[in-house]
């Protein structure tokens, strides 16, 4: 695996990687493995999480993360990503990237000679779904089997989760509402990919049945990046989907609820389940320190 820019590039190593999570987190992977290695971070959309876990997680693990905004770029005036990513690969061992567009990260990653780790884009979030994926094991004990149930908009992040969800072997239910379903293409892969792992994935537009019986409820902003001027209308159609205590009591008596963060109190997600014993979404917010950590050490470790 050179790049990390969906969690199709990583079928056959997501176990490895939540692995070396595991050892990172519990210290059994120890000293600066990353050490005279330079990983540069682009940031075209704003970002507290992401950039924060890679830059303190390159620091742990004795690397150095420089921090390169789009708009101090020659990005900003025009350069091609062509030509900056032969450049950076010159100085960098490896470059993260959150952007708009996932067409140009793949473009950044075909003329790097470096690895590219995309933070996010318009179509994934896979750095996000490996702290998901870490979270869940640590409060289940596993993840084969287990349902999550994503509720909302099915973004980016929930994208990432139905692949992570196929190649894992737990279930996962996306409750929207008609005509916010994930991508097409990437249901389809995790589709298939789930005949191999025995996932069940699916689709559920009634957001009461899709929660029956489930492990794990999910959620995310009903408003992304980029989609603010549908924000009145939006809000009224995913009005029923809102996670909130009632829409809870209809799991597994001990569902643990996620949320990948910023959330909108009173919209997706109410205060009361956010703090409540069953929230595990301060803990999932720190596992992504250690799942970047260990995407980190996989992809540049030379040991």
């Given at each position: 695996m050179k790049d990390l820019l969906s969690?199709?590039?990583?079928?056959?190593?997501?176990?490895?990687?939540?692995?070396?999570?595991?050892?990172?987190?519990?210290?059994?992977?120890?000293?600066?493995?990353?050490?005279?290695?330079?990983?540069?971070?682009?940031?075209?959309?704003?970002?507290?999480?992401?950039?924060?876990?890679?830059?303190?997680?390159?620091?742990?693990?004795?690397?150095?993360?420089?921090?390169?905004?789009?708009?101090?770029?020659?990005?900003?005036?025009?350069?091609?990503?062509?030509?900056?990513a032969r450049v950076l690969s010159r100085f960098l061992d490896c470059i993260m990237i959150r952007a708009k567009n996932h067409d140009d990260v793949e473009k950044l990653a075909e003329?790097?000679?470096?690895?590219?780790?995309?933070?996010?884009?318009?179509?994934?979030?896979?750095?996000?779904?490996?702290?998901?994926?870490?979270?869940?094991?640590?409060?289940?004990?596993?993840?084969?089997?287990?349902?999550?149930?994503?509720?909302?908009?099915?973004?980016?992040?929930?994208?990432?989760?139905l692949l992570a969800s196929a190649y894992t072997g737990m279930n996962m239910t996306v409750a929207c509402p008609p005509g916010y379903e994930p991508d097409s293409a990437i249901?389809?892969?995790?589709?298939?990919?789930?005949?191999?792992?025995?996932?069940?994935?699916?689709?559920?537009?009634?957001?009461?049945?899709?929660?029956?019986?489930?492990?794990?409820?999910?959620?995310?902003v009903w408003v992304s990046m980029g989609d603010e001027e549908e924000q009145a209308e939006r809000e009224l159609i995913f009005k029923p989907y809102q996670i909130n205590a009632e829409l809870l009591s209809q799991a597994n008596d001990d569902a643990i609820v996620m949320h990948c963060l910023p959330a909108i109190r009173g919209q997706e997600i109410t205060e009361d389940v956010m703090v409540s014993s069953q929230s595990a979404i301060w803990d999932e917010a720190e596992n992504r320190l250690h799942a970047q950590k260990a995407i980190l050490y996989y992809l540049l470790n030379e040991d």
């Open positions: 969690m199709s590039d990583v079928e056959d190593q997501v176990d490895t990687i939540l692995s070396i999570a595991e050892d990172l987190k519990s210290g059994k992977i120890t000293g600066k493995p990353l050490e005279d290695k330079y990983l540069g971070m682009i940031f075209e959309k704003s970002s507290t999480r992401t950039r924060v876990s890679f830059e303190v997680g390159m620091h742990q693990l004795g690397g150095t993360p420089l921090y390169l905004s789009s708009k101090d770029l020659q990005l900003n005036r025009g350069e091609p990503i062509e030509d900056t003329y790097s000679t470096i690895p590219i780790i995309s933070g996010l884009t318009d179509l994934e979030h896979p750095c996000q779904a490996f702290a998901d994926l870490l979270t869940i094991k640590e409060y289940k004990g596993k993840l084969s089997g287990i349902k999550l149930v994503f509720v909302g908009d099915g973004n980016n992040v929930c994208n990432s989760l249901y389809k892969m995790a589709l298939k990919a789930a005949k191999k792992s025995g996932s069940k994935i699916e689709i559920e537009h009634d957001v009461y049945k899709a929660v029956e019986n489930a492990d794990v409820l999910y959620t995310d």
